[in-house]
């Protein structure tokens, strides 16, 4: 999909989520390990003026969401469904509050079954 504003690449490691008793350092290792892979990957498609990186940050998506919103509108969220966890449910149903009053468009796209 073709967009004409600019893309950020984020993944966001949340405490409420680190905390859950289903997760462990072993999961938080894999995932930013593989982040890093990721952004070797990326690198591969730098040009003179943009250089693609998953941006990785801490705090509740929430208020990451809410402070990018303010700095820049968002437009459209794109991302993976998750499935599972009470506390991941909960977060869902705050950010599809979020996009509501904002009138963002969010994407979720099914990654497995």
């Known amino acids: 999909m073709r ?10 490691f949340e405490p409420s ?12 290792r894999f ?3 593989s982040l890093q892979d990721l952004n070797k990957q990326l690198a591969s498609f730098s040009t003179a003026s943009v250089t693609p990186a998953v941006q990785i940050l801490f705090g509740e998506s929430l208020d ?31 950010i599809t509050q979020f996009v509501n009053q904002n009138n963002i468009e969010w994407l979720e796209y099914q990654c497995n079954g």
């Open 3 to 12: 967009e004409d504003f600019p893309i950020l690449l984020l993944y966001i």
């Open 17 to 28: 989520v680190w905390e859950d008793a289903h997760y462990s350092a072993r999961h938080q």
């Open 31 to 33: 995932v930013f390990e």
């Open 64 to 94: 990451i969401f809410r402070l990018i919103h303010q700095q820049k509108t968002i437009r459209k969220i794109f991302s993976y469904q998750e499935t599972g966890l009470q506390v991941t449910y909960q977060r869902d149903q705050e």
